[in-house]
């Protein structure tokens, strides 16, 4: 028989009893994080199945079940929509996959308090050779009227306003970390047991790191301050322990994730062909941001930092810079933000 450690809290235990310091509370934001750990037990089943597309069936095509095969990132859409729909906390969402944000019109969706944006399957491209991916999420308490339906102004919000935001990584074991501004905690997906368990309790960020991640291909694009600040990373320096390591998955939850509990810095700079950089604000910079910031980390877009940011349309793009505090220092005395 297995027997199960009752020293560790599952997802579902660990948020209910955070509500108990807070006796108004209505139950909403750990229902959404349910919701939400529902979807990616789903869409975990799917990505570790990816590798036998070729016996079921390519995406797009029909599998010997007869059945359609879907592309991943649209599984993954689709089940984070569903779940949310369904649920009792969500007014509606915006999803890197979609054009447009989507106002759920029931009466329930109308009530609830939050909304969700989120990168159902970041780094999709990986998927093909088994590299971890992920999904990012962000909440924001609404700001249109609680009864009516939700408007773009519910999800156009800076980031410094997340209530919660967090990640789930698909990877040697699956875990969901998530921040509110109290902590941030890991769940490691128990496959026994089908549920997270609290593995990483109050993660906090270390103050330096000795990893740096960038794409090495893009250097001669990127503007001399970024190149001047690489060029430091990979010096001998007895300070800083420098040299650093370079590490770059190019999967971006696999890339922060490390550097988050490693300590390190990640960076997606702007280039001459794309200033703006590749990463969306809302769906990928903003989340990381709030977790990192909640973690002692801290995160800029090169000018601004990243939380500040005004958001003006759903898919913007941002270069991004974020890491352990001590290296973002160094990277914006670099980057002239530090007099
Ligand atoms: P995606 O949202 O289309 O998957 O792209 C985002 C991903 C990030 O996870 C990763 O950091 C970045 O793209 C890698 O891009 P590049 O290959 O240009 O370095
Ligand atoms: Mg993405």
């Not at 780094?123 to 992920?134: F, L, P, Y």
């Not at 209530?163 to 905690?185: C, P, Q």
């Not at 430091?232 to 998955?249: L, S």
């Amino acid at each position: 028989m297995t027997t199960i450690n009752r020293n560790v809290s599952t997802l579902d235990e660990f948020t209910i009893q955070q509500l108990r310091d807070f006796p108004h509370a209505t139950g909403e934001l750990s229902g959404l994080l349910r919701d939400i750990g529902l979807a990616a037990k789903r869409v975990n089943v799917e990505v570790n199945k990816a590798g036998l597309v070729d016996i079921l069936g390519e995406a797009g095509t029909i599998n010997v079940q007869g059945e359609d095969v879907k592309k991943l990132d649209v599984f993954a859409n689709n089940q984070f929509t569903g779940v949310l729909q369904h649920g009792i906390s969500c007014a509606g969402i915006a999803s890197e996959e979609l054009d447009d944000y989507v106002a759920f019109n029931d009466a329930v969706s109308r009530n609830s308090k939050y909304v969700c944006l989120y990168d159902p399957l970041d780094g999709s491209g990986n998927i093909d050779v088994n590299v971890s991916i992920g999904t990012i999420f962000s909440v924001y308490r609404r700001v249109s009227e609680i009864g009516t339906v939700a408007t773009a102004a519910d999800f156009l919000q800076p980031g410094r306003k997340q209530v919660a935001a967090g990640y789930i990584i698909y990877g040697s074991s699956t875990m969901l970390v998530y921040a509110t501004r109290r902590g941030v905690n890991g769940f490691t997906l128990d496959p026994s047991i089908g549920e997270f368990c609290l593995s990483h309790p109050n993660i906090k960020c270390p103050e330096f790191g000795k990893i740096y991640s960038v794409n090495h291909g893009n250097f001669f694009q990127y503007d001399p301050a970024v190149q001047k600040y690489i060029d430091i990373c990979q010096k001998k320096n007895k300070d800083t322990g420098g040299p650093y390591t370079q590490r770059y998955i190019g999967s971006m939850v696999a890339d922060v994730h490390r550097n988050l509990i490693k300590g390190g810095i990640f960076m997606y700079p702007g280039t001459i062909d794309k200033p703006k950089g590749k990463l969306r604000l809302l769906y990928e910079c903003n989340p990381f941001a709030f977790i990192a910031e909640v973690a002692g980390g801290r995160a800029t877009n090169g000018k601004d930092r990243i939380l500040d940011v005004e958001p003006t349309e759903l898919h913007q793009r941002s270069p991004m810079f974020i890491g352990s505090r001590g290296m973002m220092d160094e990277l914006e005395e670099c980057l002239g933000l530090k007099k």
